[in-house]
């Protein structure tokens, strides 16, 4: 399945984005999962993206427009705490101008040998915009950043139909079933 079905399978491709491209360098986590004091790589949390709009298209699929946010935080262990963060925000800022999660490479795969990669044909998402780092106290002595965009995400494969009405039949309760209406294929 190589394009977005919800907003759980927009956010393991990013993960996976973040994660594949970014390696050994970071540890990519979602926002619920604790901070953990061994690790000594910058940690870079996903939250939850809020849906700022919701469409739904003509080719029958929803449409929403996120605000994502990534949250990189410093390794505690790390000499240079700072560095290291702003070191992985351009990275990451870098990584995100124009992407569409659409390179096997940079995506990675499934446990079971699928690509993450979308297929361009299904016209999932639109570039990020408006993408912004700003700076975050953490601590006296530690500095996060929080990465800030938006992103179009279309769910849904346009070329599949949502459901066929075969046909429609009514009884009346002392009668016969009648066909009010059967679909009849075409051979064009």
């Given at each position: 399945?190589?394009?977005?079905?919800?907003?759980?399978?927009?956010?393991e491709r990013l993960s996976a984005l973040l994660t594949t491209t970014l390696?050994?360098?970071?540890?990519?986590?979602?926002?619920?999962?604790?901070?953990?004091?061994?690790?000594?790589?910058?940690?870079?949390?996903?939250?939850?993206?809020?849906?700022?709009?919701?469409?739904?298209?003509?080719?029958?699929?929803?449409?929403?427009?996120?605000?994502?946010?990534?949250?990189?935080?410093?390794?505690?262990?790390?000499?240079?705490?700072?560095?290291?963060?702003?070191?992985?925000?351009?990275?990451?800022?870098?990584?995100?101008?124009?992407?569409?999660?659409?390179?096997?490479?940079?995506?990675?795969?499934?446990?079971?040998?699928?690509?993450?990669?979308?297929?361009?044909?299904?016209?999932?998402?639109?570039?990020?915009?408006?993408?912004?780092?700003?700076?975050?106290?953490?601590?006296?002595?530690?500095?996060?950043?929080?990465?800030?965009?938006?992103?179009?995400?279309?769910?849904?494969?346009?070329?599949?139909?949502?459901?066929?009405?075969?046909?429609?039949n009514i009884k009346e309760s002392k009668g016969d079933e009648k066909v009010?209406?059967?679909?009849?294929?075409?051979?064009?």
């Amino acid at each position: 399945m190589n394009y977005i079905t919800g907003l759980d399978n927009y956010l393991e491709r990013l993960s996976a984005l973040l994660t594949t491209t970014l390696g050994q360098s970071v540890k990519v986590q979602y926002s619920e999962t604790p901070d953990s004091q061994q690790v000594n790589k910058p940690i870079v949390s996903l939250p939850l993206p809020s849906i700022e709009q919701c469409n739904y298209l003509a080719d029958d699929r929803y449409q929403h427009l996120l605000k994502v946010t990534v949250l990189i935080k410093p390794a505690m262990n790390n000499a240079n705490p700072t560095l290291a963060v702003a070191n992985v925000a351009h990275k990451i800022i870098t990584l995100l101008t124009g992407q569409l999660f659409l390179d096997p490479a940079q995506m990675g795969n499934k446990d079971n040998g699928e690509t993450m990669a979308l297929d361009a044909d299904f016209d999932c998402l639109d570039e990020p915009q408006e993408i912004q780092a700003n700076p975050l106290d953490l601590s006296a002595e530690n500095m996060a950043y929080a990465i800030r965009f938006t992103q179009k995400v279309r769910y849904g494969n346009p070329q599949q139909e949502t459901f066929w009405i075969k046909s429609l039949n009514i009884k009346e309760s002392k009668g016969d079933e009648k066909v009010i209406y059967e679909f009849e294929p075409s051979n064009t």
